[in-house]
């Protein structure tokens, strides 16, 4: 048996049809260079994928359509009631045996009731007699459920005295400004009256609530503004939206009436152009919904739109601002009931900018520039040229045309990848709801020409520059929907030498 | 560089013997009676020593074709020139020892020899989508798949001559294989489209490898004999023939051989991929997906596309039967002419081949011939034979293709067999009571 396999031995050499594949030595390089054709990759792009291009994704919100919407919002400003008032300083001196102390609350016609939530009472007194002296200082408008504050001390005569008292949990209710108290001073001794010299004053009162009549205030807001980075790549794009909505909400938890006017609404370009905005819905002023006496601790919103049908603000849109200035202007309405505010009462201001996409759009383009390396130039030095050929499923009613520039380490552009501009999408077309019905599936070929492969390893960035419209050359209005989707499908042919 | 190109050369060829029409017409040889039993040796006792064969055939192109500037290999112009269908076969045996003897009148042979070959049936796009690629066959099926047939045994034959009557005689033989290694094809259909939209491939395949070696490491485990299938693949083999003499010049004789198939059932891998694979590149989730694209990625994405599946099932391969028929014509004592027909069938493809033949006698020592073969899928050539007898010891060399020894370059086929018997015992007249045998004196010795 040996002997067979031997011999058979001596014959498997000869068909060894594997050993046929032939050296790169024994194949005339310039004779053999096999043309490939494969497909590289199939992407789909859904709507993240875009929008994680976006610095600020946190701006796009999905209706119930699955209509996109772009919302700026914010709360442009907001007053609190301890900036409007403050519990004013009282003191007031002990030289009799009784006394009181009045103060004015500016802003109140009147106070029918403050509630301390902090701060304390100090007094301090002295006298010339001798011997021991009590003092007993009572201060019937301040009460600690129901019952007065009272302050009864023994000192030595000569020296002096000074006591604090905490207010908090204490309730003011004041008549006619005045907060009254009366004291006795006598000796302990004999029970002689005696004259004390000193003071009473309140220290870092806070209060929680105030109840009464309050005088017309008015309070004005700094210039603030509202960033919209949805115009930051536009140079020149015309967009035109169909539908918009600038969303002003006042909110208000005093329990007063205040009427807030706009002294100042802008939409400013990357241009620098300032371009008013005018809406019937505030001019003359808003009136502010406001809590009642017995709805202490809501709060109450109004809410201002500025839409297409009352302002102007659809031509400021066209012109992309990337800012909204705004002033406004607040002022507390005389009242005829008594009205109230706490400590955490506050005029606020949310404005929110809401823009459907249901647009026109043309000259809508964007530069970026990336950097660009290849690790491994193995597989591309045995390219002698190559195309790609490339097909888009585009779901999106918006033409994309593009250029890839190839740009040298000084910045120099040395070669484009398109001849010209390219388009890479078609627009799909769209239904009487401005939905797109069917992609729109474009395929072209990108040839790489040996010299374009030799630019190529000169090229340290790539400049992409993207100009987008909307279909049949923006004429027709559309909606972008989040169910859009477009593929990029790619494949390679290229001729090399193995 | 000359290893590939003789391989190359290889590339088309397969194992059961090449038509050799000049050895039907040397019956006085033993080995004669591998093209037909019936075939009556001239001496009563013939011992074959051992000798060997090698053939190869090429449809498709001549080494010259393939030898490019430089020295180099340009495919080119030979991918160029290929058929729809091309053909590239290579046979060789190795005979270990043969007897033949004669009891009354019939001839009795026993011979052991192992047996290899390889056959390859390729299409033309095969071919081109090597050396072009698939780019130029953009929105066309390639229909690929070659039939590939690689095969080694070992043969134990036992022969059997014996006159019926006076003008006819009969033979057959009965034959043992042992399987040494297969590699074979089962299923062949295999298709490349490669789609216009973005060069996607689809592949229609129920295609099916099957061997008897390792194929994982059949490099390396054909170097080791130890780990040949053997005893595990066996099968049976006959050969059937007839010989009628019309008068004492002319004679016709038929014949069957390699009726017969091996089971291999010994280390045997089935690969086989069966269906419609299409590979659309990576799946890229646009963004999302930070891995890139890189090139082994998409290597061994489209590798897994096409993966087969491998399975361990016996299976069969049949020898190339092969029918001749032939005229030997002797006008004189000294002149042999005759021509000889053959079909082949293997691997469901039926091959013709009609060789012409010329031979003389000289003296009682030589005998010289020229034989012209045409041979369907393959070249026309012409072959030649010679045969010395020096007292018991009878030496023969022949070609089928004698352009190869001098125009190596232009031809597409060769073959070589030579070897040296040892003959004894003049089968006499009286013995036998056909003559067509026996016009040439000179094997009659002295």
Not at chain 1, 418 to 447: C, H, K, M, Y
Not at chain 2, 262 to 267: N, P, T
Request: charged share 20%; proline share 4%.
């Amino acid at each position: 048996m040996t002997y067979i396999k031997h011999c058979f031995l001596i014959l498997l050499p000869l068909f060894l049809l594997t050993s046929c594949i032939p050296d790169e030595d024994d194949l005339n390089a310039s004779d053999w260079q096999p043309e490939i054709a494969v497909p590289l990759f199939e992407a789909t792009f859904e709507l993240e994928d875009i929008l994680a291009q976006f610095d600020n994704t946190d701006v796009i919100t999905v209706d119930s359509n699955r209509l996109i919407h772009i919302v700026y919002e914010g709360e442009v400003f907001s007053l609190a009631a301890e900036e409007l008032f403050t519990f004013p300083r009282l003191a007031g001196p002990i030289g009799d045996s009784t006394g009181s102390l009045s103060t004015v609350f500016p802003g109140f016609g009147s106070i029918q009731q403050i509630d301390i939530k902090s701060g304390n009472v100090r007094i301090g007194a002295s006298t010339t007699d001798t011997g021991m002296v009590r003092m007993l200082v009572q201060m019937p408008d301040l009460t600690f459920n129901g019952v007065p504050l009272t302050f009864d001390t023994t000192f030595e005569a000569g020296t002096i005295v000074i006591k604090h008292f905490d207010l908090a949990g204490y309730s003011l209710r004041a008549t006619n400004f005045e907060v009254g108290y009366q004291y006795t001073s006598t000796q302990v001794s004999t029970g002689n009256p005696v004259r004390l010299t000193g003071g009473i004053d309140f220290q870092d009162v806070a209060y929680s609530y105030i109840e009464g009549l309050l005088d017309p205030i008015t309070s004005t807001t700094p210039i603030d503004t509202l960033r919209i980075d949805l115009f930051n790549n536009r140079e020149s794009a015309v967009l035109k939206f169909e539908d918009f909505d600038l969303g002003l909400t006042f909110v208000n938890s005093f329990g007063l009436p205040v009427r807030g006017e706009v002294l100042q609404l802008d939409a400013l370009t990357n241009q620098g152009n300032t371009l008013p905005i005018t809406s019937s819905a505030v001019a003359g002023g808003v009136d502010f919904n406001y809590p009642s006496l017995s709805e202490v601790g809501s709060t109450k919103e109004t809410l201002v739109s500025i839409n297409d049908a009352n302002s102007n603000f659809g031509a400021a849109i066209t012109e992309g601002p990337n800012r909204i200035a705004y002033q406004m202007e607040g002022t507390s309405l005389p009242m005829t009931d008594v009205g109230f505010l706490t400590d955490s009462s506050r005029f606020g201001l949310d404005m929110r900018l809401d823009l459907p996409l249901f647009l026109t759009a043309d000259k809508f383009f964007a530069d970026q520039l990336r950097d660009f390396t290849i690790d491994d130039w193995g597989p591309i030095d045995k390219l002698e040229e190559a195309s790609l050929r490339i097909q888009t499923e585009n779901g999106y009613p918006v033409t994309l045309n593009m250029q890839v520039y190839l740009i040298d380490g000084a910045g120099a552009r040395i070669d484009s990848v398109f001849d010209g501009f390219r388009q890479l999408l078609a627009a799909a077309e769209v239904d009487g709801n401005a939905r797109s019905t069917a992609p729109a599936i474009l395929n072209f070929d990108v040839e790489f020409s040996a010299a374009k492969i030799e630019n190529l390893r000169r090229t340290e960035k790539l400049l992409v520059h993207l100009d987008a419209e909307t279909l049949n050359n923006s004429m027709t209005p559309v909606k972008i929907f989040d169910d859009y989707i477009f593929t990029l499908k790619m494949g390679l042919r290229a001729k090399f030498n193995p | 560089m000359n290893k590939f190109l003789f391989l190359l050369f290889l590339l088309p060829t397969s194992l059961f013997a090449q038509f050799e029409g000049g050895l039907w017409f040397m019956p006085e040889l033993p080995q004669a009676n591998r093209l037909n039993p019936a075939f009556e040796r001239s001496r009563k006792l013939v011992i074959a020593l051992p000798a060997t064969y090698f053939g190869l055939a090429n449809s498709a192109f001549t080494v010259g074709e393939v030898q490019g500037a430089n020295g180099g290999i340009n495919l080119g112009p030979v991918i160029e020139g290929l058929q729809t269908t091309n053909y590239a076969r290579f046979w060789a045996d190795i005979q270990g020892i043969a007897l033949g003897f004669q009891a009354g009148k019939v001839q009795f042979g026993a011979e052991w020899r192992v047996r290899a070959s390889a056959y390859m049936r390729y299409s033309d796009k095969l071919a081109q989508l090597f050396w072009y690629g698939n780019g130029p066959f953009v929105d066309e099926t390639l229909q690929l798949g070659p039939d590939l047939h690689l095969t080694g045994f070992h043969e134990t034959a036992f022969r059997l001559s014996l006159p019926v009557n006076d003008k006819l005689r009969v033979g057959g033989a009965l034959k043992y294989l042992g399987g040494l290694a297969d590699i074979s094809t089962s299923r062949n259909q295999l298709s490349l489209y490669t789609d216009p939209e973005y060069y996607q491939l689809t592949a229609e395949t129920d295609y099916q490898v099957d061997g008897s070696v390792a194929i994982d490491d059949w490099l390396s485990t054909i170097g080791q004999p130890e780990n040949w299938a053997g005893a595990n693949n066996s099968g049976w083999a006959m050969d059937l023939g007839l010989q009628y003499e019309v008068n004492d010049q002319l004679s016709v004789a038929a014949s069957a051989i390699d009726i017969g198939t091996i089971r291999w059932a010994g280390d045997v891998s089935n690969y086989r991929s069966n269906g419609d694979f299409t590979y659309s590149g990576l799946s890229l989730s646009a963004y999302s997906d930070t891995s890139g694209l890189d090139l082994d990625r998409l290597v061994d994405s489209l590798q897994s596309a096409f993966d087969p599946i491998r399975t361990s099932e016996a299976y069969e391969t049949a020898l190339p039967t092969r029918v001749m028929a032939g005229v030997t014509w002797n006008p004189t004592s000294s002149l042999r002419l005759g021509a000889v027909y053959e079909r082949e069938w293997y691997r469901s493809q039926q091959f013709n081949a009609l060789a012409i033949h010329g031979g003389f006698h000289w003296g009682d020592v030589i005998y010289g011939g020229l034989t012209y073969t045409f041979q369907e899928v393959y070249q026309d050539r012409l072959g030649a034979q010679i045969m010395v007898r020096l007292g018991p010891l009878q030496a023969f060399a022949m070609t089928h293709n004698v352009l190869t020894f001098f125009r190596y370059a232009d031809a597409k086929t060769a073959s070589f067999r030579w070897g040296v018997n040892l003959v004894f015992g003049k089968v006499k007249k009286t013995d036998v009571p056909t003559s067509h045998n026996t016009p040439n004196l000179m094997f009659e010795g002295k």
